[in-house]
């Protein structure tokens, strides 16, 4: 039998397929499910790798956080400095990004070792929202933008409902 909560995952991956999202990612612990939908637009000077939401820690309090994973050479040469999540037309957090940050190295996560991670923690599980995304160069001018639509909720074992 078809759950609610695998019918409404369904649903929302549908409806933002149909949207013209790029991304659907699904990422869990053993307590908490984080689904996501990134829309990228066309062009991707900056968020060329796609940015994910999941959640850490088994304790709990597990959290989520926003990774937004960029190329060192991106950086560089797009002269990125900041990157900024607004929900609604609301800043709700600012990442500084510098040239000097150092890359995650050899991973199994991308095909390159010059890749950087820039991590913002949204709060503790249960979490939901829709964040926009924007890169901003050396002088506070867009260079890119992502659309982020996600949804980190626990895992509630409903035969003991």
Do not use: K, W
Not at 71 to 83: G, M, P, T, Y
Not at 121 to 145: K, T
């Amino acid at each position: 039998m078809v759950t609610r909560r695998t019918l409404l995952f369904g649903t929302a991956t549908l409806v933002s397929g149909l949207s013209g999202c790029i991304a659907t990612q699904r990422s869990s612990s053993p307590q908490v499910v984080c689904a996501a939908g990134i829309d990228s637009g066309d062009s991707n000077p900056v968020f060329s790798l796609t940015p994910t939401v999941r959640s850490f820690g088994a304790n709990t309090n597990p959290v989520v956080e926003l990774v937004v994973p960029i190329r060192q050479a991106v950086v560089e040469s797009q002269n990125v400095r900041e990157l900024v999540v607004f929900s609604e037309s609301e800043v709700r957090y600012r990442i500084p990004v510098s040239p000097n940050d150092d890359p995650v190295g050899e991973t199994n996560r991308y095909d390159t070792d010059d890749v950087v991670e820039y991590a913002q923690s949204l709060g503790h599980v249960p979490q939901n929202g829709v964040y926009r995304l924007v890169a901003l160069d050396g002088d506070g001018e867009s260079l890119d933008e992502d659309r982020i639509d996600f949804r980190c909720y626990r895992v509630v074992d409903e035969e003991s409902d």
